[in-house]
């Protein structure tokens, strides 16, 4: 029978701050999953409210506890998680949030047997929603997808810890509230990427979140993110793509003339060739970069029928458009009329 040595020790990481309502509900989701062979690492960032006491009411002795004198904030925070932590992957939890029981045990089997990957997520389910929300699932989609913003749910995720420290990776201040995306694109570098096809993780939509309260500079910084990583992969843009990429990232990018059309076709073409270096990416780039432009010809200010024919004459034969794609605009030209 094997021991528990035979198994790798994980570290969940949980930053908590101010977390009364929730945060006995994350701990006791971990606590019962159905991998064992976890350290619990809370590190309590100076909360004020009632946290600590809830916390200290768990004996499990895995659970491993620790207090900041003061509040010290979540990168700081997560980097000494990252410090102290002892297991051989680290698995992201948020106070908030709730884990699925066999989060740990998918994830754990998926790394131990795909030893070239870095970094591996799940989907998520939002608390009170019956249907999960898809997250991309191979590298080369999520390669891509990091192109437009983070292609994790942060507390979804499970780390390799020597990557970590090899290449001395940390959550970065500069990227503060997008610490999580820039994270994601410095370990692109050493290894492969997944998301696995099942529900890790219940997430938890309110108003205290950070994602919800600092909107702008996590979407500035995740913008400046996207640029270094470009950057790292040898793709050069001209000011005027840039902006057009903002756009894309924006979720804003809007069309109100044929010109204006014709000027995202030429944008998204360009970028297309640009990656021509990277083969492994075009055919999940070509499906990003299809889904964006039709989006702009819904939703631009022309009447629907001028649609149509600009869609028709602008897009170009590498999307490779079936029977399939040309029905589905056709129906979204007559709902968005």
């Given at each position: 029978?094997?021991?528990?040595?035979?198994?790798?020790?994980?570290?969940?990481?949980?930053?908590v701050?101010?977390?009364?309502?929730?945060v006995?509900?994350?701990?006791a989701s971990?606590?019962?999953?159905?991998?064992?062979?976890?350290?619990?690492?809370i590190?309590?960032?100076?909360?004020v409210?009632?946290?600590?006491?809830?916390?200290?009411?768990f004996?499990?002795k895995?659970?491993v506890?620790?207090?900041?004198?003061q509040?010290?904030?979540?990168?700081?925070?997560?980097?000494?998680?990252?410090?102290?932590?002892?297991?051989?992957?680290?698995?992201?939890m948020?106070?908030?949030?709730?884990a699925?029981?066999?989060r740990l045990?998918?994830?754990?089997?998926?790394l131990?047997?795909h030893?070239?990957?870095v970094?591996?997520?799940?989907?998520?389910?939002?608390?009170?929603?019956?249907?999960?929300?898809k997250?991309s699932?191979?590298?080369?989609?999520i390669r891509?997808?990091?192109?437009?913003?983070?292609?994790?749910?942060?507390?979804s995720?499970?780390?390799r810890?020597?990557t970590?420290?090899?290449?001395?990776?940390?959550?970065?201040?500069?990227?503060?509230?997008?610490?999580?995306?820039?994270?994601?694109?410095?370990?692109?570098?050493?290894?492969?990427?997944?998301?696995?096809?099942?529900v890790g993780?219940?997430?938890?939509?309110?108003?205290?979140?950070?994602?919800?309260?600092?909107?702008?500079?996590?979407?500035d910084?995740?913008?400046?993110?996207?640029?270094?990583?470009?950057?790292?992969?040898?793709?050069?843009?001209?000011?005027l793509?840039?902006?057009?990429l903002?756009?894309?990232?924006?979720?804003?990018?809007?069309a109100?003339?044929?010109?204006?059309?014709r000027?995202?076709?030429?944008?998204?073409i360009?970028?297309y060739?640009?990656?021509?270096?990277h083969?492994?990416?075009?055919?999940s780039?070509?499906?990003?970069?299809?889904?964006?432009?039709?989006?702009?010809?819904l939703?631009?200010?022309?009447?629907?029928r001028?649609?149509?024919?600009?869609?028709?004459t602008?897009?170009?034969?590498?999307?490779?458009l079936?029977?399939?794609?040309?029905?589905?605009?056709?129906?979204?030209?007559?709902?968005?009329?």
């Open positions: 029978m094997p021991t528990a040595q035979s198994f790798p020790l994980v570290t969940v990481l949980l930053p701050y101010n977390a009364q309502a929730y006995a509900e994350a701990i971990i606590l019962a999953q159905t991998y064992p062979y976890f350290e619990l690492l590190i309590n960032d100076g909360s409210d009632n946290s600590n006491h809830i916390i200290q009411q004996t499990d895995r659970l506890y620790h207090q900041t004198s509040n010290i904030g979540l990168i700081a925070t997560l980097n000494k998680g990252l410090q102290l932590a002892k297991g051989k992957y680290i698995a992201r948020d106070a908030d949030d709730i699925t029981p066999e045990q998918k994830q754990v089997h998926f131990e047997t030893p070239n990957y970094l591996v997520g799940t989907q998520k389910q939002y608390i009170g929603y019956a249907k999960p929300q997250a699932l191979t590298d080369a989609q891509v997808q990091l192109l437009l913003g983070s292609a994790f749910v942060h507390p995720v499970m780390l810890k020597q970590l420290d090899t290449y001395q990776l940390r959550y970065c201040s500069q990227h503060l509230h997008a610490e999580d995306y820039g994270l994601w694109v410095a370990l692109s570098q050493y290894g492969q990427m997944a998301n696995l096809p099942f993780i219940q997430y938890r939509l309110h108003s205290n979140q950070i994602s919800q309260q600092f909107q702008q500079t996590m979407f910084n995740s913008y400046l993110i996207a640029l270094d990583y470009l950057q790292q992969l040898q793709i050069p843009l001209t000011d793509q840039k902006s057009f903002y756009q894309l990232m924006a979720r804003n990018a809007r109100s003339s044929p010109q204006a059309l000027d995202w076709a030429a944008f998204c360009h970028f060739q640009l990656f021509l270096q083969q492994q990416l075009l055919p780039l070509r499906q990003l970069l299809y889904r964006k432009w039709a989006m702009i010809c939703n631009c200010g022309l009447k629907k001028k649609i149509y024919p600009i869609f028709l602008q897009t170009p034969t590498w999307w490779q079936t029977a399939k794609h040309h029905l589905a605009f056709i129906k979204g030209c007559l709902f968005n009329q």
